[in-house]
């Protein structure tokens, strides 16, 4: 039994450092390898490891906001073809918004916001959490603080908005210019200004994705249907730490299944081998050649998940849901006006 723990914990670590040092190199030209790399590895079960999976791109988010956009596209593939993982991230980002908001922490509930509106973007999330958020934002107690953080989510997610909620967009647009004369801050007056120019312009500068961003497929987008007021969230932290598992054995063979269905191969074939070496020393150079030929067909079919990440498709397909309960946004848009839209 102690050989048995020995092993689990080793590999609990390697697990922890390969998804750890996995998020530390991300960026827009490591993204597509590094995807394929943590799929690949050996001993680093994504499914037992969500929690520091999602423990490590939200504090990578809110750290490095500027990179939200590259964290968010890597969540986006895992969760096409793991929700379980994308479900946890969301949840924790919900629930730690309401928590930097209540306390007024300025800067964290930016970055936050800042991420779930990447998230959203990447189709993971519905535009009622958008606009629960901005609603709580723009509330008749707004102070400058609030004010900010809520054109940072506009900007990042306004042309979405126009595309799938003009009228809760138009509504918001509204309440900016009316706090133009609520006797806010120069700083902030300004920055309104800004976001109403913005507008005009339809969001032209703030694209929803990048084309180097964008892996996954609108028909494979798994939307979660989340809201800001949701009771039944959960930060689930014991999955943050690697437990004896007395069912370890057969969790490690599900999720080498699942790691075959994801990159579309049998990785216990181990690529394939060439049948022989050649009868005669005469047929060698005839058989190398074979040889060669037959390995690039095997590396083909080992490089699938490569090639599906270029072409920008996944494996999973899944029909999005709409929000059972739009009614939740009816405090943005009831008085809005239909002049603009």
């Not at 918004?97 to 990447?122: E, H, M, P, W």
């Not at 535009?127 to 400058?144: F, G, N, P």
Request: with cysteine.
């Amino acid at each position: 039994m102690v050989r048995v723990w020995n092993i689990k914990d080793n590999n609990g670590t390697n697990c922890k450092k390969n998804i750890r040092g996995t998020i530390n190199r991300l960026n827009t030209l490591t993204l597509k390898p590094l995807l394929l790399d943590i799929l690949q590895k050996p001993h680093t079960n994504l499914i037992r490891g969500k929690g520091i999976l999602a423990k490590s791109l939200i504090q990578s988010a809110t750290i490095s906001p500027s990179h939200a956009p590259v964290y968010a596209s890597f969540l986006a593939v895992l969760h096409s073809k793991l929700p379980e993982i994308g479900e946890l991230v969301l949840a924790r980002s919900i629930l730690l918004f309401r928590k930097s908001y209540a306390n007024q922490d300025r800067d964290r509930t930016l970055s936050l916001v800042n991420f779930i509106g990447c998230l959203f973007n990447q189709g993971m999330c519905h535009e009622i959490l958008c606009l629960q958020m901005l609603t709580l934002l723009l509330a008749e107690d707004a102070t400058d603080e609030s004010v900010e953080v809520a054109i940072r989510l506009v900007l990042v997610v306004g042309r979405k908005l126009m595309e799938c909620s003009p009228a809760g967009l138009h509504a918001v647009m509204e309440r900016f210019r009316s706090l133009l004369h609520e006797g806010v801050s120069q700083r902030v007056q300004h920055k309104l200004q800004k976001v109403l120019e913005v507008r005009k312009k339809k969001f032209d500068e703030y694209p929803i994705l990048v084309p180097e961003l964008d892996f996954v497929e609108e028909d494979d987008q798994v939307m979660l249907e989340m809201a800001l007021d949701d009771e039944d969230l959960s930060m689930d932290e014991h999955l943050d730490v690697f437990e004896y598992d007395d069912d370890w054995v057969t969790n490690e063979k599900e999720w080498m299944e699942i790691q075959k269905e994801i990159l579309g191969y049998d990785a216990q074939d181990g690529g394939g081998e060439n049948d022989g070496e050649g009868e005669e020393e005469g047929e060698s150079e005839t058989d190398d050649t074979s040889s060669a030929a037959n390995q690039e067909e095997e590396e083909d079919e080992d490089g699938v998940l490569v090639e599906t990440i270029n072409k920008h498709t996944t494996a999973i397909t899944t029909t999005t849901s709409t929000i059972a309960d739009p009614s939740k946004v009816q405090t943005v848009i009831q008085d809005m006006s239909e002049k603009d839209l």
